[in-house]
T-cell receptor, first 116, second 115 residues
Framework: GAVVSQHPSWVICKSGTSVKIECRSLDFQATTMFWYRQFPKQSLMLMAT?????????EQGVEKDKFLINHASLTLSTLTVTSAHPEDSSFYIC????????????FGPGTRLTVT | AQKITQTQPGMFVQEKEAVTLDCTYD???????LFWYKQPSSGEMIFLIYQGSYDEQNATEGRYSLNFQKARKSANLVISASQLGDSAMYFCAMRAYSSASKIIFGSGTRLSIRP
């Protein structure tokens, strides 16, 4: 099956700093990728849709200036959490649509962010 | 607007028994897809099964089957012959094809298998 990787798998940063998370589709091209956030014992909440070569589409209530998304190629999307605060601590998961099949969506292994 | 509802926060099942996890959905779209994912404690999302809104037959994948009742807008997951390794969170999800293929998730059901 198709593989999506995320880097780093976990990160600890200090309050006020920025953190970049990478999401890569390893063996397929993905015009569209998605970023989710999951707090402990809760479901995945969609943050934004990342579109290759264009601006991301953010869900209601998600600050686009705080969560910067860049989708510079068909295999890479990045999420940058700017000026991180402890309440941004969460599990961030990306997923990608395989351009060859509209039904398939593959998830990365997630990145656990802890802001101290 | 789309919505997924999972009404069972947690379930306990004896090993080797079958278990049904409930899922209902709401959408005004005619074309949509329904998914079930498993999330073990490691956090990875494991795809289990998919059902398209126009599929007439219920989807099956090994021990997993999806009981799709379109008129009732339900898409229950049935796991036959449960195993200890089935203990995990299970999420029902939906993609409405009019909404840029994004997938929304239900609140999840924590399944625990007793030996």
């Amino acid at each position: 099956g198709a593989v999506v990787s995320q880097h780093p798998s976990w990160v600890i940063c200090k309050s006020g700093t920025s953190v970049k998370i990478e999401c890569r589709s390893l063996d397929f091209q993905a015009t569209t990728m998605f970023w989710y956030r999951q707090f402990p014992k809760q479901s995945l909440m969609l943050m934004a849709t990342s579109n290759e070569g264009s601006k991301a589409t953010y869900e209601q209530g998600v600050e686009k200036d705080k969560f910067l998304i860049n989708h510079a190629s068909l295999t890479l999307s990045t999420l940058t959490v700017t000026s991180a605060h402890p309440e941004d601590s969460s599990f961030y998961i990306c997923s990608a649509n395989d351009d060859r099949s509209s039904n398939e969506q593959y998830f990365g292994p997630g990145t656990r962010l802890t802001v101290t | 607007a789309q919505k997924i509802t999972q009404t069972q926060p947690g379930m306990f099942v004896q090993e080797k028994e079958a278990v049904t996890l409930d899922c209902t959905y709401d959408t005004s779209d005619q074309s949509y897809g329904l998914f079930w994912y498993k999330q073990p404690s490691s956090g990875e999302m494991i795809f289990l099964i998919y059902q398209g809104s126009y599929d007439e037959q219920n989807a099956t994948e090994g021990r997993y089957s999806l009981n799709f009742q379109k008129a009732r807008k339900s898409a229950n997951l049935v796991i036959s012959a449960s195993q200890l390794g089935d203990s995990a969170m299970y999420f029902c999800a939906m993609r409405a094809y009019s909404s840029a293929s994004k997938i929304i998730f239900g609140s999840g059901t924590r399944l625990s298998i007793r030996p």
